[in-house]
C-alpha cells in the first residue's frame, strides 16, 4: 500500500549533523504514524524516533536532546535531523510507518556513519 525510501545518509564526523528523509509513495503518510529505527552491525534493530499523524513525538534516551523527527505530509515525507552525532550513533537507519492491523510498512534504510 505504501513505499518508503530513505535517503540523506552518508559519512559525518563526531559532533557534526545529518538530515534523513524517508519519501512514500503509493499512499499519502498523512494516515500513518510514522517512526525511526537503526540497526548497527551484529545487534538489534532498535527505536529511535516516532512521530503520530497529530505531529506528537517521542524519543529514545539515547538520542533525546539530539535528533528531530518531523513530517512534511504535503510533500509525503518524514525527517529525522541528527544534530551532535556520536559514533554510536552509527547503524542503517530505517523509516516506518504503522498501516492498519499493525502491520508495518519498512523502507531498506541508509547508512549512517559517524567516525572521525
Known amino acids: 500500500q505504501v513505499q518508503l525510501v530513505e535517503s540523506g545518509g552518508g559519512l559525518v564526523q563526531p559532533g557534526g549533523s545529518l538530515r534523513l528523509s524517508c519519501v512514500a509513495s503509493?499512499?499519502?503518510?498523512?494516515?500513518?504514524?510514522m517512526g525511526w529505527y537503526r540497526q548497527a552491525p551484529g545487534k538489534q534493530r532498535e527505536w529511535v524516533a516516532s512521530?503520530?499523524?497529530?505531529?506528537?513525538?517521542n524519543y529514545a534516551d539515547s538520542v533525546k536532546d539530539r535528533f528531530t523527527i518531523s513530517r512534511d505530509n504535503a510533500k509525503d515525507t518524514v525527517y529525522l535531523q541528527m544534530n551532535s552525532l556520536k559514533p554510536e550513533d552509527t547503524a542503517v537507519y530505517y523509516c516506518?510507518?504503522?498501516?492498519?492491523?499493525?502491520?508495518?510498512?519498512w523502507g531498506r534504510g541508509t547508512q549512517v556513519t559517524v567516525s572521525s
Open positions: 503509493g499512499s499519502s503518510i498523512s494516515i500513518y504514524p
Open positions: 512521530i503520530t499523524t497529530r505531529s506528537n513525538t
Open positions: 516506518k510507518a504503522v498501516g492498519r492491523g499493525a502491520l508495518d510498512y
